[in-house]
């Protein structure tokens, strides 16, 4: 069972920049891919971003703004979030996919979730 907690949220004006963490433990390797998702009030949850192994894929909503990294040491992942924008307002939750790795862009497939962390952009 692998435990994942959100960090980094919070109340930020649009154009700020943020970056959540997510900290694994419980048994995650480097295999595994990771990503996030997020889900606005009254919406369906969206995918943000997912990285296996170094490479990373993002969501058309995010490309150019948002960026996910890894550290292994440390059993973390990231996503720095630039250029805010108040749509980008959503509950953001940290996600494992085991291998097989499924389709990284759908919450199909994902294995363990994390609770979520709060991103409120203001105009």
């Known amino acids: 069972q692998v435990q994942l907690v959100e960090s980094g949220g919070g109340l930020v004006q649009a154009g700020d920049s943020l970056r959540l963490s997510c900290a694994a433990s419980?048994?995650?390797?480097?295999?595994?891919?990771m990503g996030w998702f997020r889900q606005a009030s009254g919406k369906e949850r969206e995918f943000v971003a997912a990285?296996?192994?170094?490479?990373?894929l993002y969501g058309d909503s995010v490309k150019g703004r948002f960026t996910i990294s890894r550290d292994n040491a440390k059993n973390t992942v990231y996503l720095q979030m630039n250029s805010l924008k108040p749509e980008d307002t959503a509950v953001y939750y940290c996600?494992?996919?085991?291998?097989?790795?499924?389709?990284?862009?759908?919450?199909?497939?994902?294995?363990?979730w994390g609770q979520g962390i709060q991103v409120t952009v203001s105009s």
């Open positions: 990285i296996r192994w170094s490479v990373g």
């Open positions: 419980g048994g995650l390797f480097s295999s595994y891919a």
């Open positions: 996600a494992v996919d085991r291998p097989p790795v499924g389709m990284l862009t759908s919450v199909i497939g994902y294995d363990y």
